[in-house]
């Protein structure tokens, strides 16, 4: 496995979620298999909980650098490497590359067995199904990003509603500099950033910087460090919690959804929508309260984040 989930925090609506090395000796967030199929879990464990904000972060300077490609890829008999594979190895390593384990793999050109090519496939639906379930999920996704996110890392990261990132923060696309596409990151990156501007992001395969990113709008924010990301999320999460919880499901599906229709359509489409939601009880009283200066009646007060010796060990509300 080449990262452990852990819930460090399941706080009333609030719930977060940490990418952690598996070995501490071993600086790698990457995804294999086996942790595609703990997000898929985590995810469905929170969409039960009906929870209405998910945070989600990296460790050790690392977000997510992308899938673990490698780990497939080793199974399979390599060739030895010639002097000249591993200059082009070492300056491919020096271009970020997704995870140590594709560098590995990549010394040998081999012809994949079927076996190893199905996995390989099946690897790859099973992050685009992920990138998927953050976008369309009910809740709202908030991504904190320390340190350095790559290749389908990005698109982790891109799928979130809003992106908080420290100055020491990179972002990088290496797929071109091995002869691949960061295909799937692509429809959820270029809801972010402009086509042209995501496509020369992965021409470039170099990563680029925190106020690069900011510019480019793949980061919504950036700031000083650690606790400066933590302190700036603490109120997007206020935000969050004032917020119908159903207006954040219909925000994420209305502006997922693409429908091919005119000005016009699309206008009357969305007078019916906003009159229907006028007509319901809830949203009645909410507006009452909001005109009289009351709470909403939706509203939750974020709890306070206890402070604790352990950052890896959870905490849950009392509630």
Do not use: N
Request: proline share 6%.
């Amino acid at each position: 496995m080449s990262m452990e989930l852990r819930w460090i925090e399941q706080q009333r609506s609030v719930w977060r979620l940490r990418m952690m090395p598996v070995e501490a000796t071993r600086a790698e967030i990457s995804l294999d298999s086996a942790a595609l199929r703990d997000w898929e879990e985590k995810l469905k464990e929170a969409e039960d909980a009906e929870i209405r904000v998910l945070v989600i972060e990296g460790a050790g300077g690392i977000f997510c650098q992308g899938m673990d490609l490698g780990a497939r890829l080793l199974a399979y008999p390599q060739p030895s490497m010639g002097p000249s594979s591993r200059d082009e190895a070492h300056e491919i390593d020096v271009h970020y590359t997704p995870t140590p384990g594709i560098l590995r793999a990549l010394h040998g050109r081999t012809v994949l067995d079927e076996v190893t090519a199905a996995a390989l496939r099946e690897d790859v639906r099973r992050y685009a199904a992920l990138l998927w379930a953050l976008r369309k999920a009910a809740f709202a996704v908030v991504a904190l990003v320390d340190g350095e996110v790559m290749a389908g890392g990005v698109g982790l990261m891109a799928a979130a509603d809003q992106v908080l990132a420290t100055k020491r923060s990179r972002v990088g696309l290496p797929e071109a500099s091995l002869g691949l596409l960061p295909a799937v990151v692509f429809p959820v990156l270029c809801e972010r950033v402009p086509a042209q501007k995501a496509r020369w992001l992965a021409m470039r395969s170099v990563g680029m910087d925190s106020a690069e990113a900011l510019a480019l709008g793949l980061f919504d924010a950036v700031h000083e460090d650690a606790d400066a990301v933590e302190k700036a999320s603490r109120e997007s999460l206020r935000a969050l919690l004032r917020a119908h919880p159903q207006a954040i499901e219909d925000l994420k599906r209305r502006t997922t959804e693409t429908p091919k229709a005119s000005l016009q359509d699309a206008l009357d489409e969305a007078a019916q929508y906003t009159a229907s939601c006028l007509m319901l009880p809830d949203r009645v009283e909410g507006i009452r309260r909001f005109l009289q200066g009351e709470p909403l009646p939706w509203q939750e007060r974020l709890p306070r984040r206890e402070d604790r010796s352990h950052p890896s060990e959870p905490t849950r509300s009392s509630d």
